[in-house]
């Protein structure tokens, strides 16, 4: 059945309401610094920093420049028992700005990826040492770890699952997300309820019994589901729990990693080190698709066991470490050091703050958050149409005000460049407040 655009028929877009989008398409042909261009030739400023991907902005010179000598240097090497120069500087530029014992990193193209990454290792890691009964998984509730099967099985968002439940992974359960807008809406940073909600991992420890537990996944800063900081201390007594069982502790930084909290890492920013982290997004600027796993040295020492000729872990990917994705990911972890891209971040943070709580007395909002440069403004839903004032929010600022907004059903993310511009940030603030005075 015709679109009602035939020229577009043929591409199945992804989380997009397919058939909506296709009568009135938003078709971005051009990006430079902070702004998109569109198909008409108009400029969008771009609130969200591509999908949480492009802090320094859109086609940085020099990481264009390295993307273009690398492709004419050497385009494709595998990865499997041989590898490029690329990867091996890559690998250690990473781990050299990872928190301290974390020291093994192994590639990947994707988040969703280096979520399915992590969780093989971690289950190869108790089998290699001897606690192969160590199986279970444990998720967050409004968890996002991707779209792969591993992934969406420790995830926690509803209608990512619904469609699949029956063939999710087995062996997965999920402690209860830090949300409770009864007791935290309109607080500024983390909120200060809510640690004890921890403790909800030692139900599950005493319903399965904590040495069978492999690992827990938790993003840092929940982001796909609509910006949830967690609570003070939570993050820190989640990694007491986690001590006590011997389980692994995963951080899912797809989001958080390289400056998003003005931190290389958000365990940086709390003071609490996993045993795996995973990355992607940021590790490359957005410009070639790659993700990272990192590990602290006793897992990786886990799996160097046996003989020297036998391969340890039997995973990879055709693209793990591909050489122009790694030229990309040296030249954005140049600018972040040379321009001093963290700090930028950080320096912006209370900014930011205060132009997203400004939106706390508009008469369709519920609820602000936000923790680094990561924020939500969160509207009441339609009675009879939950979903439709973020939808007609995004649209209207893309027609009307040349932004790009993304929404969560009713809920705004704001993800701002690392290196904003305060003046823009405000207009940009300036231009979703008109638009939301015009929502019914």
């Given at each position: 059945m015709s679109s009602g655009n035939d020229k577009l028929d043929a591409y199945w877009m992804p989380f997009t309401a397919n058939r909506d989008f296709k009568m009135n398409p938003r078709v971005i042909t051009g990006a430079s610094g902070h702004y998109y261009t569109s198909q008409d030739g108009s400029k969008l400023y771009d609130t969200f920093s591509g999908l949480w991907t492009s802090g320094v902005g859109h086609c940085h010179p020099k990481i264009v420049e390295a993307v273009q000598k690398q492709v004419a240097e050497l385009d494709y090497c595998m990865t499997f028992q041989v590898t490029n120069n690329k990867a091996i500087e890559l690998a250690e530029k990473v781990t050299g700005i990872a928190?301290?014992?974390?020291?093994?990193?192994?590639?990947?193209?994707?988040?969703?990826?280096?979520?399915?990454?992590?969780?093989?290792?971690?289950?190869?890691?108790?089998?290699?040492?001897?606690?192969?009964?160590?199986?279970?998984?444990?998720?967050?509730?409004?968890?996002?770890?991707?779209?792969?099967?591993?992934?969406?099985?420790?995830?926690?968002?509803?209608?990512n699952r619904k469609v699949f439940s029956a063939n999710l992974i087995p062996g997965v359960d999920h402690i209860r997300h830090t949300h409770d807008i009864k007791r935290s809406a309109f607080t500024r940073g983390l909120p200060e309820q809510g640690a004890e909600l921890a403790d909800d991992l030692e139900r599950l420890c005493a319903l399965h019994d904590g040495s069978n537990i492999a690992a827990v996944i938790v993003e840092p800063v929940a982001g796909s589901t609509g910006i949830l900081p967690p609570p003070v201390a939570y993050l820190k007594r989640l990694r007491e729990i986690c001590d006590q069982h011997g389980i692994l502790l995963i951080f899912d930084e797809v989001?958080?990693?390289?400056?998003?909290?003005?931190?290389?890492?958000?365990?940086?920013?709390?003071?609490?080190?996993?045993?795996?982290?995973?990355?992607?997004?940021?590790?490359?600027?957005?410009?070639?698709?790659?993700?990272?796993?990192?590990?602290?040295?006793?897992?990786?020492?886990?799996?160097?066991?046996?003989?020297?000729?036998?391969?340890?872990?039997?995973?990879?990917?055709?693209?793990?470490?591909?050489?122009?994705?790694?030229a990309a990911g040296l030249a954005t972890?140049?600018?972040?050091?040379?321009?001093?891209?963290?700090?930028?971040?950080?320096?912006?943070?209370?900014?930011?703050?205060?132009?997203?709580?400004?939106?706390?007395?508009?008469?369709?909002?519920?609820?602000?958050?936000?923790?680094?440069?990561?924020?939500?403004?969160?509207?009441?839903?339609?009675?009879?149409?939950?979903?439709?004032?973020?939808?007609?929010?995004?649209?209207?600022?893309?027609?009307?005000?040349?932004?790009?907004?993304?929404?969560?059903m009713d809920t705004l993310q704001l993800s701002p460049f690392l290196n904003s511009d305060p003046d823009e940030m405000e207009q940009s603030f300036n231009a979703i407040r008109r638009v939301l005075d015009t929502l019914e």
């Amino acid at each position: 059945m015709s679109s009602g655009n035939d020229k577009l028929d043929a591409y199945w877009m992804p989380f997009t309401a397919n058939r909506d989008f296709k009568m009135n398409p938003r078709v971005i042909t051009g990006a430079s610094g902070h702004y998109y261009t569109s198909q008409d030739g108009s400029k969008l400023y771009d609130t969200f920093s591509g999908l949480w991907t492009s802090g320094v902005g859109h086609c940085h010179p020099k990481i264009v420049e390295a993307v273009q000598k690398q492709v004419a240097e050497l385009d494709y090497c595998m990865t499997f028992q041989v590898t490029n120069n690329k990867a091996i500087e890559l690998a250690e530029k990473v781990t050299g700005i990872a928190p301290e014992g974390i020291d093994h990193c192994f590639f990947t193209n994707s988040g969703s990826e280096s979520v399915d990454t992590a969780l093989k290792i971690a289950l190869g890691y108790h089998r290699a040492r001897g606690e192969g009964n160590r199986t279970r998984l444990i998720g967050r509730e409004r968890g996002y770890h991707g779209v792969n099967f591993g992934g969406m099985s420790v995830g926690g968002i509803v209608p990512n699952r619904k469609v699949f439940s029956a063939n999710l992974i087995p062996g997965v359960d999920h402690i209860r997300h830090t949300h409770d807008i009864k007791r935290s809406a309109f607080t500024r940073g983390l909120p200060e309820q809510g640690a004890e909600l921890a403790d909800d991992l030692e139900r599950l420890c005493a319903l399965h019994d904590g040495s069978n537990i492999a690992a827990v996944i938790v993003e840092p800063v929940a982001g796909s589901t609509g910006i949830l900081p967690p609570p003070v201390a939570y993050l820190k007594r989640l990694r007491e729990i986690c001590d006590q069982h011997g389980i692994l502790l995963i951080f899912d930084e797809v989001i958080t990693a390289f400056g998003r909290l003005g931190t290389a890492f958000a365990a940086d920013r709390f003071d609490v080190t996993p045993d795996i982290i995973t990355t992607a997004k940021g590790l490359t600027n957005g410009v070639i698709p790659m993700g990272a796993v990192l590990v602290r040295d006793s897992v990786y020492d886990a799996f160097m066991q046996g003989p020297e000729n036998m391969i340890e872990l039997f995973h990879g990917y055709t693209y793990s470490g591909h050489p122009v994705a790694a030229a990309a990911g040296l030249a954005t972890m140049q600018v972040y050091e040379d321009e001093g891209i963290f700090e930028q971040a950080n320096g912006l943070e209370m900014h930011f703050e205060d132009l997203l709580h400004s939106f706390a007395d508009h008469k369709h909002v519920i609820d602000v958050r936000n923790f680094g440069l990561m924020g939500a403004i969160e509207m009441a839903p339609r009675d009879d149409a939950p979903g439709a004032r973020g939808g007609e929010t995004h649209k209207k600022c893309f027609w009307d005000e040349n932004h790009i907004v993304r929404n969560g059903m009713d809920t705004l993310q704001l993800s701002p460049f690392l290196n904003s511009d305060p003046d823009e940030m405000e207009q940009s603030f300036n231009a979703i407040r008109r638009v939301l005075d015009t929502l019914e």
